[in-house]
T-cell receptor, first 110, second 117 residues
Framework: KQEVTQIPAALSVPEGENLVLNCSFT??????LQWFRQDPGKGLTSLLL?????REQTSGRLNASLDKSSGRSTLYIAASQPGDSATYLC?????????FGKGTRLSVIA | DTGVSQNPRHKITKRGQNVTFRCDPI?????LYWYRQTLGQGPEFLTY????????KSRLLSDRFSAERPKGSFSTLEIQRTEQGDSAMYLC???????????????FGPGTRLTVT
């Protein structure tokens, strides 16, 4: 059974800092990996999708990497801003349904 | 705006009542998923459809839960005889199927928050 772990559970950083969020999964037979952002009481916003054949994806200040063999992904956020404050969720897809971690709650302090 | 819509956004009901939620996916997406999320947890898979066919159901989906997608477009999730433990955010997502564009990338709606009193 696939299990996804995200470390740290919570993170507080000053504005402008670069930061890394970590995601690990137990079964490397994945189809893709998605990073999402969730604001309190809201739905999920897709940030990046990495397909199993890819190593990384970039969008603006966000860069996500995937190492299937070690079961790890990282989300790098450059020059963090207060508007980046949210919960970041990692999810992996095997056959079809996504399996999620519990998320990392990020606070960027102005 | 991801294009997936859900109604209602909030529902408060008394224990024992039945409730029904609706999800309208992105129009060209043939796959539709239902997830449940409780406070401090990531979403948990409930069931998914490819077109009108329900292809997989989680063990979380007790016999009080039923989902339909009769014409392969919108979907409904019904909970019968609600219990306090059903209180959660119910999320719907949609995606393209295999072999089509960015297959598997799921786009989520805003969710329906259910409170059972």
């Amino acid at each position: 059974k696939q299990e996804v772990t995200q470390i740290p559970a919570a993170l507080s950083v000053p504005e402008g800092e670069n930061l890394v969020l970590n995601c690990s999964f137990t079964d490397s037979a994945i189809y893709n990996l998605q990073w999402f952002r969730q604001d309190p009481g809201k739905g999920l916003t897709s940030l990046l999708l990495i397909q199993s054949s890819q190593r990384e994806q970039t969008s603006g200040r966000l860069n996500a990497s995937l190492d299937k063999s070690s079961g790890r992904s990282t989300l790098y956020i450059a020059a963090s801003q207060p508007g980046d404050s949210a919960t970041y969720l990692c999810a992996v897809s095997g056959n079809t349904p996504l399996v999620f971690g519990k998320g990392t709650r990020l606070s960027v302090i102005a | 705006d991801t294009g997936v819509s859900q109604n209602p956004r909030h529902k408060i009901t008394k224990r024992g009542q039945n409730v029904t939620f609706r999800c309208d996916p992105i129009s060209e997406h043939n796959r539709l998923y239902w997830y449940r999320q409780t406070l401090g947890q990531g979403p948990e898979f409930l069931t998914y459809f490819q077109n009108e066919a329900q292809l997989e159901k989680s063990r979380l989906l007790s016999d009080r839960f039923s989902a339909e997608r009769p014409k392969g477009s919108f979907s409904t999730l019904e909970i019968q005889r609600t219990e306090q433990g059903d209180s959660a955010m119910y999320l719907c997502a949609s995606s393209l199927g295999p072999g089509r564009g960015r297959a598997g990338e799921q786009y989520f709606g805003p969710g329906t928050r259910l409170t059972v009193t």
